[in-house]
């Protein structure tokens, strides 16, 4: 049976969100069971099963945006024009237009502003994060926003070198209680509290989520670094029509 996780935020009722876990659906091992992405070598028509399954599920009212993601900072606007492009984050400020992201230890923020009139999904590795890309999600929006971190791999199995801790402090060096050294050139990441320190740099202070570990979470989650080849959760935001 499927199973869903509604974000835990105070959004407008014409807001629609939730984040699929691995539960239903009909893939084999190793991506069982709901996998929808069709890039990580499952059978095809399985994953076209478990989007049809999504939809119906979620009465989701048109063809989801999906993306073809890069752990880039581009951002696009949903548009049936802009299905599988390349992009981490989709936006909308129209009527059941889905945004919609993948991911397996990266982060899916789910944005929507106090109004109720905008969304924006967006897939937030450690990556895309440095380089920014909610600060350039969040240009989109015109006024305050609710910002809810779905699941991500938790800091106890996030272990990162050099490289991204400087990415990180160098932007911002506040971003050092982020992390604890486990050596001279390794440490934990805390990709949830990194995501917090950015958006609260921008302004963001409703933030919400931050609860689950894909990686010690096993029977929920899909985990690239615990399974290295396994399937996608979807993340999906929409305004419905009342």
């Known amino acids: 049976m499927l199973e869903f996780i509604t974000p835990n935020w ?6 629609r969100a939730y984040t699929t876990t691995r539960k239903g659906g009909c893939s084999q091992p190793p991506y069982g069971s709901f996998n929808l992405a069709t890039h990580v070598g499952d059978n095809i028509e ?26 880039s900072t581009k951002t696009i606007t949903a548009t049936s024009n802009n299905i599988n492009c390349q992009a981490d984050a989709s936006y909308t400020d129209k009527i059941e237009q ?19 009139t905008e969304v924006a999904a967006v897939h937030a590795g450690w990556r895309g994060l440095a380089d920014g890309i909610l600060e350039k999600t969040l240009q989109h929006f015109s006024s305050e926003v609710f910002v809810w971190l779905g699941p991500t791999i938790g800091m106890q199995a996030f272990e990162v070198g ?23 050139d390794h440490w934990l990441a ?14 963001v202070t409703k933030i919400f989520g931050g609860k689950f570990c894909t990686y010690s979470e096993s029977e929920l989650f899909y985990s690239y670094r615990r399974d290295k080849i396994t399937g996608r959760m979807a993340s999906l935001i929409w305004l419905e029509n009342f």
Not at 52 to 65: D, E, G, N, W, Y
Not at 162 to 168: I, L
Request: glycine share 2%.
């Open 10 to 15: 105070p959004a407008p009722p014409q807001v």
């Open 46 to 71: 399985n994953v076209t099963k478990n989007r049809v399954a999504l939809q119906k599920a979620l009465t989701i009212p048109s063809k989801p945006i999906w993306l073809e993601q890069t752990h």
């Open 98 to 116: 889905v945004c919609v992201i993948l991911t397996a230890d990266c982060m899916p923020i789910l944005i929507c502003n106090q109004a109720g």
């Open 162 to 184: 050099e490289e991204v801790y400087t990415a990180f402090t160098d932007f911002l060096p506040q971003a050092n209680e982020s992390f604890v050294s486990t050596d001279a």
């Open 190 to 203: 805390n990709l949830y509290l990194l995501a917090r320190q950015r958006l609260i740099n921008q302004g």
